[in-house]
């Protein structure tokens, strides 16, 4: 069983960093690709970034493309996102997301995903 839980979220600056984790408490950890999602009160959930089970394949949006970096850490289940050169539109609240069976271009998709932690604010002021 899958059980994710986030952590590291908070209130940053604009142009300040964070580093978001994500623990999976279960014991397959490298047979899923893993996801961050976020979203705002209103809004539909917005796909972020995403890794494979391996690790060796990373996909960003573009709002975020070389500000975040998605990592995995297999010897700690967790899988982490760093972001850098934070702006206010980042403001949301951040989920990670573990799935299977889907192909890389459906991974941005929620429905690509089987279980979901309860996520973590970000706060970022201007």
């Known amino acids: 069983q899958v059980q994710l839980a986030e952590s590291g979220g908070g209130l940053v600056q604009a142009g300040g960093s964070l580093r978001l984790s994500c623990v999976d408490s279960?014991?397959?950890?490298?047979?899923?690709?893993m996801g961050w999602f976020r979203q705002t009160p209103g809004k539909e959930r917005e796909f972020v970034a995403t890794i494979s089970g391996g690790g060796g394949v990373t996909h960003y949006a573009d709002s975020v493309k070389g500000r975040f970096t998605i990592s995995r850490d297999s010897a700690r289940s967790t899988v982490y996102l760093q972001m850098n050169s934070l702006r206010p539109e980042d403001t949301a609240g951040y989920y990670c997301?573990?799935?299977?069976?889907?192909?890389?271009?459906?991974?941005?998709?929620?429905?690509?995903?089987?279980?979901w932690g309860r996520g973590t604010q970000v706060t970022v002021s201007s």
């Open positions: 997301a573990a799935g299977v069976g889907h192909g890389y271009s459906r991974r941005t998709y929620e429905d690509a995903y089987e279980y």
């Open positions: 279960g014991s397959t950890f490298s047979s899923y690709y």
